[in-house]
């Protein structure tokens, strides 16, 4: 398996610009997370998917983002308009639901976000 | 509620030093217990895990034990390496009928290892 896909790897862009961060899950994984990542706040659980279906979005920071999962291989991570507070590295991870036992996350690579 | 407590970093030991990290928990429910690795510049990888008390996970090198008892998951490694620097993060999930499906993760704890 390629493991959790994220794209793009680095995105630099300026104040005011849509951003648009795309994951694509292990295949057969019914949870999807989406993490923000920074030296102050450290690692931050934005939001996370069951079955494509938001669970918890209380992680959001504000109403400039919104994720969506279309269907069971893909979610996106929109901020619309990017601050420069909003620069980090953002991970996608996935898992799949157990009965009894672990729900280990796999991580993508990330994206890093600089907004100038 | 669920929370996970890990010693503030950063850490430094010289090559082939004792590491130990420690990592404490409360939980509801049935927790499994993980350390997760990440190495400069990429994502977390799963170092080990435990799934029920008493339980030792290991790999690399690296042990930790599920200790119920002291609700505690210290990481320990007889000899370090330089290329074992790296943040180091404690997390744990809820299964069983209280599963959110989530993992509640420390904080992190950076290790520098000096030659």
């Known amino acids: 398996d390629a493991g959790v896909i994220q794209s793009p790897r680095h995105e630099v862009t300026e104040m005011g610009q849509e951003v648009t961060l795309r994951c694509k899950p292990i295949?057969?994984?019914?949870?999807l997370f989406w993490y923000r990542q920074t030296m102050m706040r450290g690692l931050e659980l934005l939001i996370y998917?069951?079955?494509?279906?938001?669970?918890?979005d209380s992680g959001m920071p504000e109403d400039r983002f919104s994720a969506k999962m279309p269907n069971a291989s893909f979610s996106t991570l929109k901020i619309q308009p990017s601050e420069p507070r909003d620069s980090a590295v953002y991970f996608c991870?996935?898992?799949?639901?157990?009965?009894?036992?672990?729900?280990?996350?796999?991580f993508g690579p990330g994206t890093r976000l600089t907004v100038l | 509620g669920n929370s996970v407590t890990q010693m503030e970093g950063p850490v430094t030991l010289s090559e082939e030093a004792f590491l130990t990290i420690n990592c404490t928990y409360t939980?509801?429910?049935?927790?499994?217990l993980f350390w997760y690795v990440q190495y400069p510049g990429e994502g977390l990888q799963l170092l080990l895990k435990?799934?029920?008390?008493?339980d030792k996970g290991s790999n690399k090198g690296f042990e930790a034990t599920y200790r119920k008892e002291t609700t505690s998951f210290h990481l320990e490694k007889g000899s370090v390496q330089v290329s074992d620097s790296a943040v180091y993060f404690c997390?744990?999930?809820?299964?069983?009928?209280?599963?959110?499906?989530?993992?509640?993760f420390g904080q992190g704890t950076t290790l520098q290892v000096k030659p």
């Open positions: 939980a509801t429910g049935y927790p499994s």
């Open positions: 435990a799934t029920k008390a008493d």
């Open positions: 997390a744990l999930g809820v299964g069983g009928s209280s599963n959110t499906g989530k993992l509640i």
């Open positions: 998917f069951n079955n494509n279906v938001p669970i918890d």
């Open positions: 991870a996935s898992s799949l639901a157990r009965v009894w036992g672990s729900n280990e996350q796999f």
């Open positions: 295949s057969g994984h019914d949870y």
